[in-house]
T-cell receptor
Framework: EAGVTQFPSHSVIEKGQTVTLRCDPISGHDNLYWYRRVMGKEIKFLLHFVKESKQDESGMPNNRFLAERTGGTYSTLKVQPAELEDSGVYFC????????????FGSGTRLTVV | EDQVTQSPEALRLQEGESSSLNCSYTVSGLRGLFWYRQDPGKGPEFLFTLYSAGEEKEKERLKATLTKKESFLHITAPKPEDSATYLCAVQATGTASKLTFGTGTRLQVTL
């Protein structure tokens, strides 16, 4: 079974530019999550999709971040315009149903804003 | 606000030297406590879920236990391949699937 795929694996952009991260969940997984780890801090929740609907977006830092999930398949996370404090590793995860068990994480996208 | 604190931040063990990692948590109501392993450049890899105080789970050299305030990850006779960052996370009742993570314990096992 293919895992959760994220790309790009690394991205370096200048402050003020736009970046789009993509996540392909495991096929058939209705739940898709975005998390972020800023240097030296813990992994923090950003948002949760159930199919194409946003279930919880309480962790989105501000309106420069826009997440979409087209047709309930892959998801994108766009940062526009990027700021220095947006640097970090962005993880995507997916799970089959919304119950208590460990979801499967992707390897992450390391975003550096210079 | 839900909170997870892990200790120590880093731990260096010799091969075969058993030890324990601690995860203290405060949560309004615990739905589940998770342990993950993370290798450099990779995403967290699921190890265990614990649901209630007194529960224990084992996998190879790892054993996770849970009380009402903390969880321990016991590592018995570790090997160099156990070197990784170990993450603890909690899921509170009424928060759908959101996880609150600790900062992790970096474990290095040397020969």
């Amino acid at each position: 079974e293919a895992g959760v795929t994220q790309f790009p694996s690394h991205s370096v952009i200048e402050k003020g530019q736009t970046v789009t991260l993509r996540c392909d969940p495991i096929s058939g997984h209705d739940n898709l999550y975005w998390y972020r780890r800023v240097m030296g801090k813990e992994i923090k929740f950003l948002l949760h999709f159930v199919k194409e609907s946003k279930q919880d977006e309480s962790g989105m830092p501000n309106n420069r971040f826009l997440a979409e999930r087209t047709g309930g398949t892959y998801s994108t996370l766009k940062v526009q315009p990027a700021e220095l404090e947006d640097s970090g590793v962005y993880f995507c995860a997916s799970s089959e149903i919304d119950r208590v068990h460990g979801y499967t994480f992707g390897s992450g996208t390391r975003l550096t804003v210079v | 606000e839900d909170q997870v604190t892990q200790s120590p931040e880093a731990l260096r063990l010799q091969e075969g030297e058993s030890s324990s990692l601690n995860c203290s948590y405060t949560v309004s109501g615990l739905r589940g406590l998770f342990w993950y392993r993370q290798d450099p450049g990779k995403g967290p890899e699921f190890l265990f879920t614990l649901y209630s105080a007194g529960e224990e789970k084992e996998k190879e050299r790892l054993k996770a236990t849970l009380t009402k305030k903390e969880s321990f990850l016991h590592i018995t006779a570790p090997k160099p391949e156990d070197s990784a960052t170990y993450l603890c996370a909690v899921q509170a009742t009424g928060t759908a699937s959101k996880l609150t993570f600790g900062t992790g314990t970096r474990l290095q096992v040397t020969l």
